[in-house]
């Protein structure tokens, strides 16, 4: 089906048999003795070299032949003369599907800054930074579904649009089909909300966890993976406004067996993704390399693919919110008033006391549990001193949290009291206050911001640069 892949081609045995090519042009090389064309389809960071002879084409024709055109190509595969790749092609015709004027085409055969193609992102997939970071997201996309069917978890699909509003108060994406211009009133003079088209108010979703849940206490395990939307007007290089989020849910697994899963499913996928986008993983770690050689020795990174493999490796620290305070509370930032924002107990860790614990402390990804309750989500189970609840955050180094979860609650009366507690009304929560009345069971689960951990793979800086068209505060162009 369809013609070969440049990826397929370049694996073959060249034997002057005749081949097919279709992709962008990448740089077209006039030399006295060849024209060059580097071809490029997306299926791999390589491109495939096809050679003419001076004087084979017209030059109307090669004048076409520009950067960002679109070619079929058909020619013999042959070994190559050259010593930058293995086989090329000996051209014989050239078709031009598509030009790509040189004076108004964006993308030249420079570098361009990661904001300059945020502005062209419908066509960035088309320099060799974004292809390899799409083709890793890919990759790490299987990855996550292939982990979870191998161990017998199914894919719950949750509503994208939702009714409650008990996680997310105040950051939620509104869904109505009311005009705008013409809202319908209540006596009392508030929008009626019964005449939208729920009949009720509603929301885009910031988590598919509530009704994951629902789904663990029928299937045992399951996980979603799905966008998730959150109206927090942050602008930082971690926060997006739609990103998406894998949330496994499983049904008697307590919260070891949650720090078990949550480490265990941040080894495999990251293995996957060394074992299958060497050469795209290979490009990105020499891309990085060579911005760090304008920063000081101080300031440069790991090499990507040892950062990788380092985290493989090695056992995640695991310590308590409470013991994670007291070295905080004894480190030199601390004594030396370098942090920005106090540290004591029952704060909620701001990212620069994360990052000092993962970067500078244990230099290793660390899992922190037991978080005080009042910093905590309403549904994560409280621990038997009534004072923090078990809850468990994945902290990584240069990210900061990538993973967010917790035992959940299971006990009816104290579910309820936390309910109140917070300010949720109960009634809007019904259903999934029933799961903890009829046949309840412990239960964890948590949440894995995929962008992030593409952030992490990919080695990127900002995580606008992990998502093809990435939403957040003023942005939704493409
Ligand atoms: P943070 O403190 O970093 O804002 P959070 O506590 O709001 O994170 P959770 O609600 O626990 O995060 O969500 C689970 C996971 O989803 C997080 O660990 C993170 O990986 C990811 N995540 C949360 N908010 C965003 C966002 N705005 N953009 C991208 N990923 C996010
Ligand atoms: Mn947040």
Known sequence: ??????????????????????????????????????????????????????????????????????????????????????????????????????????????????????????????????????????????????????????????????????????????????????????????????????????????????EGELGAMALSKIYTFGPTFRAENSNTTRHLAEFWMIEPEMAFFELEDNMDLAEDFIKTVISYALENCKDDLAFLENRLAEEDKNKPQNERSIPLLEKLNFVVENAFERLTYTEAIDILLKSKPHKEKKFQYPVGWGIDLSSEHERYLVEKHFKKPVILTNYPREIKSFYMKLDDDGKTVRAMDVLFPGIGEIIGGSQREDNYEKLLERVHEVGIDPETIWWYLETRKFGTAPHSGFGLGFERLVLFVTGMANIRDVIPFPRYPKSAEF
């Not at 890793?136 to 939702?162: Q, S, W």
């Not at 009311?178 to 003079?189: A, F, I």
């Open 1 to 210: 089906m369809g013609p070969l892949q440049i990826k397929e081609l370049l694996q073959q045995t060249p034997d002057a048999q005749s081949v097919t090519l279709k992709g962008w042009v990448r740089t077209k090389r006039e030399s006295k003795n060849a024209i060059f064309i580097a071809l490029n389809d997306g299926s791999t960071i390589h491109n495939i070299q096809a050679v003419a002879a001076p004087g084979q084409f017209s030059a109307e024709l090669l004048l076409t032949v520009t950067t960002g055109s679109c070619l079929k190509i058909t020619g013999q595969l042959v070994a190559s003369q050259g010593s930058g790749q293995a086989v090329e092609v000996k051209i014989d015709d050239i078709f031009v599907y598509g030009t790509a004027d040189v004076d108004s085409y964006p993308l030249q055969p420079k570098r361009h800054s990661l904001e300059f193609l945020r502005e062209i992102a419908h066509l960035r997939p088309r320099t060799n930074t974004f292809s390899a970071i799409l083709r890793i997201r890919h990759a790490l996309a299987f990855a996550v579904h292939k982990y979870y069917n191998d161990r017998g978890f199914f894919y719950l699909h949750t509503p994208i649009i939702t009714a409650s509003d008990a996680e997310g108060a105040g950051e939620m994406f509104r869904v109505t089909t009311l005009d705008l211009e013409k809202l319908p009133r209540t006596d009392e003079g508030d929008i009626n909300f019964k005449e939208d088209f729920f009949g009720r108010e509603a929301n885009l979703t910031v988590s598919g966890q509530l």
